[in-house]
């Protein structure tokens, strides 16, 4: 019997059963996948993320691993281009976007660190019920044999096509159309900042990842997803030159070291977050279009903020479903404006924003503290401050 199993361990699942097991728990990490694996990911770490990771006391492992560090960040639209960085959190001045068969298995090992018993390639195939209550797990072992297991409480840390909530029927209490279709892949040659270029209809974001490689990644509206298929490279090509003509001079005299990555399933959701026995972190509970690559960050967030809620109350029947309760609540406050905020981008519609944002020219401070709202430093509400209020009129 454990207290908590968890199942899936990449960013929302590894987090959450190192942290449970530091409050003393007895915690079982379940994985389909054997790391290091990579997957679908831009990886970049807004300075929330990074703060998590070096509270945690993993962020020196993201470092020596060879991720190259950002202190810059450029945005540039039709008539406005501006540069500056996210402010500090905890004293941090500088992000990641660490390659994930780097950044995950960090993180499961600081699980196991932590006591967590972790096993790879084991599917949890179906939830155990007795009565309503979700009490266990059945899964496949490497071996090939079928397993079951009990835990007081069973997380579903197993992302977009979450088995838990299948299974629980979670239903999206909250969801919006697909936006963008994204292509991606890593050069070699082209040194780079952490730069976004947009157009509308086109979305171009880029960034330094491990091995001195870039990460040049591409945005489509959805709606553009089966022509673009049918042609990858010559639209993804076509982007940068007609999105970021400096950018793509650059891409010339470098040399893509990788195939074409990409995907045009990205759902917008938020789940029901929990219910007896069990409960949703990460891409599971609220899933949203890559384009402003907050979804790490926030898995992050959930697994502090989930564990942080329950603390010693995980055999107390009440006091957990009061701090399931209110861990529900949270995402309806930070993460359903971050979700917000990833619509608004993935619309593909620059016009409102680079209006905004020409008149932030020449305001250095204002550039740092609409970089921050994404990086999490900021609020949106203390952007909007008196003063830039003004400036905004006086525009
Ligand atoms: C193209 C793209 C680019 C992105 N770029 C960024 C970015 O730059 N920054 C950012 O913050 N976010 C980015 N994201 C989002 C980010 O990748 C996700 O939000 C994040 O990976 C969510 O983590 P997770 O742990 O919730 O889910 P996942 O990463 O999906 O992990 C779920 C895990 O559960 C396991 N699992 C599933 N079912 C089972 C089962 N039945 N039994 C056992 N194991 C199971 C899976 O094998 C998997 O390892 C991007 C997403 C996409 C698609």
């Known amino acids: 019997m454990y207290d908590v199993i968890v199942i899936g361990a990449r960013c929302a699942g590894s987090p959450t059963a190192m942290l449970f097991a530091r409050q003393g ?4 990490l379940l994985e389909k996948a054997r790391f290091p694996q990579d997957t679908l990911s831009s990886h970049y770490l807004h300075m929330q993320g990074v703060a998590l990771l070096n509270r945690w006391g993993l962020l020196d492992r993201i470092r020596d691993s060879g991720a190259q560090p950002i202190t810059h960040q450029v945005y540039q ?6 540069e500056g960085f996210s402010l500090p959190i905890d004293g941090l001045t500088t992000t990641y976007a660490p390659r994930r068969y780097v950044l995950d298995p960090i993180l499961a090992e600081g699980a196991v660190a932590a006591g967590v018993e972790f ?3 084991c599917a949890v195939k179906d939830l155990v019920f007795e009565d309503d209550r979700v009490v266990g797990v059945r899964y496949a072992t490497p071996g090939g044999t079928e397993t079951t297991d009990r835990a007081r409480l069973v997380v579903g840390a197993d992302g977009m096509r979450s088995l838990v909530a299948r299974k629980t029927g979670a239903e999206n209490v909250i969801e919006h159309p697909r936006m963008t279709t994204t292509y991606y892949s890593y050069w070699s040659g082209v040194p780079a900042d952490f730069e976004l270029y947009e157009r509308p209809g086109r979305w171009i974001g880029v960034l330094p990842t491990n091995d001195d490689l870039t990460l040049l990644m591409t945005y489509f ?9 049918k042609n990858v490279e010559p639209a993804y090509l076509e982007a940068f030159r007609s999105t970021a003509p400096e950018l793509y001079e650059r891409m010339r005299s470098g040399r893509r070291e990788e195939q074409l990555y990409g995907t045009g399933h990205q759902e917008n959701y938020f789940r029901r977050a929990y219910g007896p026995g069990w409960v949703l972190v990460g891409d599971a509970v609220n ?5 402003t690559a907050r979804g790490i960050t926030e898995a ?3 697994a502090q903020s989930l564990t942080d809620l329950i603390g010693d109350r995980l055999h107390d029947d009440a006091a957990l479903r009061s701090a399931l309760r209110r861990y529900e609540n949270e995402l309806g406050n930070e993460a359903l404006n971050h979700y917000q905020g990833a619509l608004n981008v993935a619309e593909l519609k620059p016009e409102g924003r680079t209006e905004m944002l020409r008149k932030l020219v020449g305001h250095q401070e204002h550039i740092d503290r609409y970089f921050s709202t994404l990086s999490g430093a900021c609020s949106i509400d203390d952007f909007y401050n008196d003063e830039l209020l003004t400036l905004l009129d006086q525009g």
Do not use: C, M, T
């Open 77 to 82: 639209g039709p008539g406005v281009r501006i």
């Open 25 to 28: 728990y007895r915690v079982l």
């Open 300 to 302: 992050f967030v959930q």
């Open 287 to 291: 899933h949203k279009d890559s384009i």
């Open 221 to 229: 509206p959805q709606a553009d997803y089966n022509d673009i298929r």
């Open 119 to 121: 096993r790879q390639g």
